[in-house]
């Protein structure tokens, strides 16, 4: 790893955005890194956009991630992606991970595919990961915030985030309530 690695979540309200970055904080600090995170949300009660920034590494000063300067992006609602590609470089070499969810825009509007978001953030990433979340988590469970944990163990088993497994497992278990650790666990181990 460089000195340090910056990560992007984004997503809308209920989607469990501000618990995983307490996970992924929690991983990296047991592996001895500094952490600094920083929550952006708006309505994020009635489905409004949530953004949270990570960095971690050997001394990090500020919490928030430069443009263009984000290692890995994580849109656990597609169109929310779009919002997240100011932070994203082809030269940085910025990833981003995508669940292919689309939370519907009321009015008029007409939502985008997966595939014109994935094009897009082409111009934007040197790789672009689209991954149903929802199909296998619904098989255990409806709650949305579960996708989440889902693509944290997709990314760690993909080695997409430079963490541990086990790091990871250890933050879930001292971060949701305990009645929860375990369908959080087996969502997480989910991905391999």
């Known amino acids: 790893m460089k000195n340090n690695f910056n990560i992007i979540l984004s997503g ?8 995983l970055t307490r996970i992924l904080a929690a991983a990296a600090f047991l592996e001895n890194y500094d952490v600094k995170t920083s929550e952006l949300h ?3 009660q009635r489905n409004g956009s949530v ?9 990090i000063y500020s919490p928030l991630v430069r443009q263009g300067s984000a290692d890995l992006i994580i849109a656990l609602e597609a169109q929310e992606a779009l919002r997240a590609c100011s932070y994203a470089s082809k030269e940085q070499g910025t990833l981003f991970l995508i669940n292919n969810f689309i939370q519907p825009i009321l009015g008029n509007q007409q939502n985008a595919s997966t595939q014109q978001i994935k094009k897009q953030l082409e111009k934007f990433s040197k790789m672009v990961i689209i991954v149903s979340a929802s199909e296998p988590v619904k098989k255990y469970s409806d709650n949305p915030a579960l996708f ?7 990314a760690v088993c993909k080695k997409l985030i430079p963490l541990k497994a086990d790091s990871f497992l250890k933050a879930i278990k001292r971060n949701v309530p305990e009645k929860y650790f375990k369908i959080n666990q087996k969502i997480f181990k989910l991905a391999k």
């Open 12 to 19: 809308i309200g209920g989607q469990g955005i501000i618990t």
């Open 51 to 59: 953004e949270t920034h990570i960095r971690f590494g050997k001394k």
């Open 148 to 154: 989440g944990v889902f693509m944290l163990g997709y």
């Open 42 to 44: 708006g309505l994020s």
